[in-house]
């Protein structure tokens, strides 16, 4: 199973301070067609997870543009610019280029 | 907007058969991939499986695939899961999602399902 590897496990952010969560897969999940297979989700206190990213950096419908992914095969990064209150929650990668799909143990962003 | 409820007991006997549909509005079954994910209360997420109604496609975690079944009825809408032989490990939550051929982008509310006697 590819292993997925997040930094940091807490986050403790000022809000309007930028943030930022790496996540590091066992092995390189970029496909033959050029797209790396790495989706971010946040799942906020009591909700069920929500598509934040897919492909390592298109953000998904009604995201806002102060979230942004970008990453290499085996690295990966999800810049919040400017943090706001709604932010919080524990923010999972999950690689979907071979199965089993596999999630980062998550990280839990809160607001100082 | 597609939508996603899963529904079933939320009670289930140890060694016995979970039992759970998903059902969508917004977006036909025979379209898209769906898939299931479960996350034990305060731990993370578990990707169980998902099916693709074409072809009656289905992938499934490899841990679990000797007791995971995920089929679509077309005319109710809805996908079901099926996981046999159940412990106590299987106390999660269970959600439904569409996908993920561009990630997971719609999950349903999730449903608790507790094995105990």
């Known amino acids: 199973d590819i292993v997925m590897t997040q930094s940091p496990l807490s986050l403790p952010v000022t809000p309007g301070e930028p943030a930022s969560v790496s996540c590091r897969s066992s092995q390189s999940l970029l496909h033959t067609n050029g797209y790396k297979y790495l989706d971010w989700y946040l799942q906020k206190p009591g909700q069920s997870p929500q598509l934040l990213i897919y492909f390592s950096s298109t953000r998904a419908s009604g995201v806002p543009d102060r979230f942004s992914g970008s990453g290499s095969g085996i690295d990966f990064t999800l810049k919040i610019s400017r943090v706001e209150a709604e932010d919080v929650g524990v923010y999972f990668c999950?690689?979907?280029?071979?199965?089993?799909?596999?999630f980062g143990q998550g990280t839990r962003l809160e607001i100082k | 907007q597609v939508q996603l409820q899963e529904s079933g007991p939320g009670l289930v006997r140890p060694s016995e058969t979970l039992s759970l549909n998903c059902t969508v509005s917004g977006a036909p079954v025979t379209s898209h991939y769906w898939s299931w994910i479960r996350q034990p209360p305060g731990k993370g997420l578990q990707w169980i499986g998902y099916?693709?109604?074409?072809?009656?496609?289905?992938l499934y975690n490899p841990s679990l695939k000797s007791r995971v079944d995920i089929s679509i009825d077309t005319s109710k809408n809805h996908f079901s899961l099926k996981l046999r032989s159940v412990t106590a490990a299987d106390t999660a939550f269970y959600y439904c999602?569409?996908?993920?051929?561009?990630?997971?982008?719609?999950w349903g509310q999730g449903a608790l399902v507790t094995v105990s006697s």
């Open positions: 999602a569409r996908g993920p051929s561009f990630g997971l982008d719609s």
């Open positions: 099916i693709y109604y074409s072809g009656s496609t289905t």
């Open positions: 999950m690689q979907s280029l071979q199965a089993p799909y596999t």
